[in-house]
């Protein structure tokens, strides 16, 4: 079963730094066995995080907080507008990480797809994205860790965010593709708020492993 908690939409957007500790006070306790696997909900105030991977001139100097983060990847944005979920989850022996993130991945392409958005995922790359008229932009971007079989970090589903945060950076050090929102897709203004639901029965459900 999974424990589906919101802890922040609009206009109640969370520090990244609040939220960072809330996923590792959750992710001790599931390690620890004393609560179930849980998928945290929120969006955060303008940040960028820098994965492992990111050089020194793939930084930002915008002025917005730059928060170096323990997940695989490079940088990237997140803010309003911006629904952010963390699956903090225990793995099955093998871990097998990959496996992980092409769930996740599939769940979002379900999510969307009942928005009528028509997600993919590009071979190589990791994160959910649609055919646009300039080429392939990605609507969602996936980065995690794993520690002691439990996972961390998750996914960033652009839904009505502005996209001026992914312009003063190479998001994810991809510079042949784009980025864009679910908004921007089908031509409406589709917000955290009214995706969460979808998101949240899709996660469940899998979880439940209840049939698609």
């Known amino acids: 079963m999974l424990d589906i908690q919101t802890v922040g939409l609009s206009p109640d957007y969370v520090p990244y730094l609040d939220g960072w500790a809330l996923q590792r006070s959750l992710h001790a ?12 909900l929120l969006e955060h105030e303008p940040v960028y995080t820098a994965g492992a991977r990111t050089a020194r001139h793939e930084r930002p100097t915008d ?5 170096d983060v323990d997940r695989g990847g490079k940088i990237t944005w997140h803010g309003p507008g911006q629904l952010v979920g963390y699956p ?24 969307l797809h009942e928005f009528d958005v ?6 190589g790359r990791s994160g959910v994205w649609v055919r646009r008229p300039l080429g392939e932009d990605k609507v969602a971007a996936i980065g995690v860790r794993v520690q002691r079989g439990v996972t961390m ?3 960033a589903l652009n839904c009505d965010n502005s996209l001026a945060g992914f312009r003063g950076i190479i998001p994810c050090g991809i510079t042949d593709a784009g980025v864009t929102t679910v908004s921007e897709i089908v031509g409406a203004d ?11 029965r899709v996660f469940a459900d899998d979880f439940a492993g209840v049939p698609a």
Do not use: K, M
């Not at 589709?190 to 949240?200: E, Q, Y």
């Open 153 to 155: 970090h998750g996914f």
């Open 29 to 40: 306790d599931i390690v620890a066995g004393t609560r179930s696997d849980t998928l945290l």
């Open 63 to 67: 002025g917005t907080p730059v928060v």
């Open 118 to 123: 028509d997600g993919y995922r590009v071979e």
């Open 88 to 111: 903090i989850v225990r793995l099955a022996e093998p871990v097998d990480v990959v496996a992980h993130v092409r769930r996740l991945e599939q769940l979002l392409i379900d999510a």
């Open 190 to 200: 589709i917000s955290p708020s009214d995706v969460i639901d979808t998101v949240s």
